[in-house]
């Protein structure tokens, strides 16, 4: 309430809320303030994750529990202004997960979307309904909600990958199911690559007959580096550079040109050595990752120093401006598609 009340009315008043309180009423003048922002205000914080002191702790979690045991053996980036909602964001979840030599991460599917941007070794794969996408560093998979996913290791080196899901906003909407296939790993349907054969090349198969063999809405679940990494590069050789982005590239979805995923907006930027970006603030929370190179990123003024694979996240509506010691490249993930669709998303240019 904006103004002091007569201290009789103020009695009043703490009577009827009292009276009121065991019908579950309660009074929205008292907290329509905190409800209606004027700007956003998360209360998630700007944090930066060590992927080497990170990637210490789960190596030594894979000598302690199998990825069998633990279904996914994942060490979650939980923000520390969200303890204990497993969450990176309000609306986004994070993790590292780790698939040791030899293991099969069991099939599941769930109302979940989740992509994993690979940060460590190579050979490993993601199966979505039952196709192989074999993954190398720096690859997007993405295994969207709904479709059975398993992962195995058959190569001699560890596999590390960031989970990115919309678990809080499922658990928002009260809308989460799963279930488990009885067998470890989903029967193969089509040999690995089929699906970026198919739409991978800015094309698709014709409509009709058993081509269009993958749901008509989320047709590519594998976008690699080896083709991403070179069109930011042939990007910035041509293009003008964006002052508050650098170079900036969206992964899409070839069914509709929209986001990877309903929840989920990914996307890459190229800050080219000695250039540093102006304040930009947008309402979509994003987790990046170093991909190449180092820099600064400055979030409302804090400064975090960049180098490869660290992992950081820029909270709803915080300035961040971002500087190249060297040519850098970074992934990051959002709610922006969430936002869009909604109606919600906002950006401002300093």
């Known amino acids: 309430m904006t103004k002091p009340l007569p201290n009789d009315q103020h009695a009043q008043l703490e009577a009827l809320y009292a009276e009121m309180a065991p019908q579950s009423l309660t009074p929205l003048w008292e907290v329509l303030s905190a409800l209606v922002l004027t700007q956003p205000d998360s209360p998630a914080r700007v944090h930066k994750w060590s992927y080497d ?3 210490s702790y789960l190596m030594r979690a894979g000598d302690l529990i199998s990825a069998e045991q633990a279904e996914r053996r994942v060490l979650i980036l939980e923000n520390p202004g969200l303890t204990g909602l497993s969450a990176v964001t309000p609306s986004l979840y994070a993790g ?3 698939i040791l030599p030899g293991e099969v991460a069991p099939c599941h599917r769930h109302s979940q979307c989740a992509l994993r941007f690979v940060i460590e070794g190579e050979g ?4 979505v309904d039952g196709e192989k ?3 190398r560093p720096f690859d997007l998979v993405l295994t969207p909600g709904g479709q059975w996913h398993d992962h195995g290791n058959f190569t001699d ?3 590390i990958w960031l989970d990115g899901l919309d678990i809080p906003t ?5 809308a989460s199911f799963a279930e488990k296939l009885p067998e470890a790993m989903h029967p193969e349907t089509v040999k690995p690559g089929d699906t970026l054969a198919r739409y991978g090349h800015n094309m698709r198969p014709m409509r009709g007959g058993v081509a269009d063999r993958r749901p008509s809405h989320q047709p590519l679940f594998h976008y690699p580096y080896s083709d991403w990494r070179p069109a930011l590069t042939a990007m910035a050789a041509s293009a003008e550079i964006d002052p508050h982005l650098g170079h900036a590239l969206e992964f ?3 069914a509709d040109g929209g986001p990877i995923m309903p929840t989920i907006s990914a996307h890459v930027r190229l800050i080219p050595q000695g250039y540093a970006t102006l304040p930009r603030r947008s309402t979509d ?4 990752v170093v991909v190449e190179g180092e820099g600064e990123a400055r979030v409302d003024g804090e400064s975090l120093a960049l180098k490869p694979r660290d992992i950081f996240v820029v909270p709803s509506w915080k300035a961040l401006e971002i500087s190249a010691q060297n040519e850098l490249i970074l992934f990051g993930f959002s709610d922006k598609a969430s936002q869009q669709k909604l109606n919600l998303y906002k950006e401002q240019l300093s």
């Open 53 to 55: 002191q990170a990637r």
């Open 96 to 98: 590292l997960q780790l």
């Open 124 to 127: 490993a794969y993601t199966a």
């Open 133 to 135: 996408a074999v993954m």
């Open 157 to 159: 080196k560890p596999m």
């Open 170 to 174: 499922v658990r928002h909407f009260d």
């Open 252 to 254: 899409l979805n070839p």
């Open 285 to 288: 929370g994003t987790t990046f």
